[in-house]
């Protein structure tokens, strides 16, 4: 099975940007979907961009226009640059991976992926 180790994450001011990276190992990486999920303070996880195996990335309202979603299969890794960050985005991101796509759209905060990461934060001050 695959694991995921996200990293990027940290402290940032309204209008700034932080990338994300999610390193796999264990398995091969083209292999799995990937995507970034996020869940903020007392909110449900929900999700916030996925990746095809074409690259053909699809992206959640809050995400459009700012956030931008790429893998890098040579280096196992995934990607996620946000920019024009909001106090809004604050959450833990995290990393996850299926065999399929993994749906962005999550129910009452359950998210349908089989391998998650540990989490990075991100904390966006206005």
């Known amino acids: 099975q695959v694991q995921l180790v996200e990293s990027g994450g940290g402290s940032a001011q309204a209008g700034g940007s932080l990338r994300l990276s999610c390193t796999a190992s264990?398995?091969?990486?083209?292999?799995?979907?990937m995507g970034w999920f996020r869940q903020a303070p007392g909110k449900e996880r929900e999700g916030v961009a996925v990746i095809d195996s074409d690259g053909s990335p699809t992206y959640a309202d809050s995400a459009k226009g700012r956030f931008t979603i790429a893998q890098d299969n040579a280096k196992n890794t995934l990607y996620l640059q946000m920019n024009s960050l909001k106090p809004e985005d604050t959450a833990v991101y995290y990393c996850?991976?299926?065999?399929?796509?993994?749906?962005?759209?999550?129910?009452?905060?359950?998210?349908?992926?089989?391998?998650w990461g540990q989490g990075t934060q991100v904390t966006v001050s206005s």
């Open positions: 996850a991976a299926d065999f399929l796509p993994p749906d962005i759209r999550c129910t009452g905060g359950y998210c349908s992926a089989l391998y």
């Open positions: 264990g398995d091969t990486y083209s292999n799995y979907r």
